[in-house]
């Protein structure tokens, strides 16, 4: 496991997609990280989150169900204080814009390879001090 070099606790990551999760999953056991969860929807994320208390979430940006994962992003950071990083393989205008507003600590863009995932992560554990 990853732990902070601040703190010594364990980088705790809360995985949100509704599919290849097993690439993604892959990617953070190899590179040493801690997966805090799985989630395919919006709703099961925010109930993972809270029970979980994850450094950080790796987001969708299309999720199905009434959250998409742009709004997940900020209900996240605004209620559990958990920043994310997006997932995408959609980049139009709007989805960028609505995005943008959400704060992301990142973007990757699918398909990825894991040492993407890897500097994505590490950067934002940088930018938010763990």
């Not at 979430?57 to 992003?73: K, M, S, T």
């Not at 960028?96 to 992560?121: D, Y």
């Amino acid at each position: 496991m990853v732990a902070s070099a601040s703190t010594g606790k364990s980088v705790r990551i809360l995985i949100v997609e509704d599919d290849a999760l097993v690439a993604i999953t892959e990617v953070l056991a190899e590179s040493g990280f801690e997966v805090a969860g799985i989630a395919s929807s919006g709703p099961e994320a925010l109930s993972l989150a809270a029970e979980a208390r994850p450094t950080l979430a790796l987001v969708d940006i299309r999720l199905a169900g009434p959250i998409d994962g742009i709004e997940l992003a900020c209900l996240l950071r605004d209620h559990s204080g958990v920043p994310a990083i997006f997932l995408s393989g959609l980049f139009d205008a709007a989805t960028v814009q609505r995005a943008e507003a959400a704060h992301p600590l990142g973007v990757l863009a699918k398909p990825f390879v894991p040492s993407q995932v890897f500097r994505a992560i590490e950067r934002a554990l940088e930018t938010i001090g763990v």
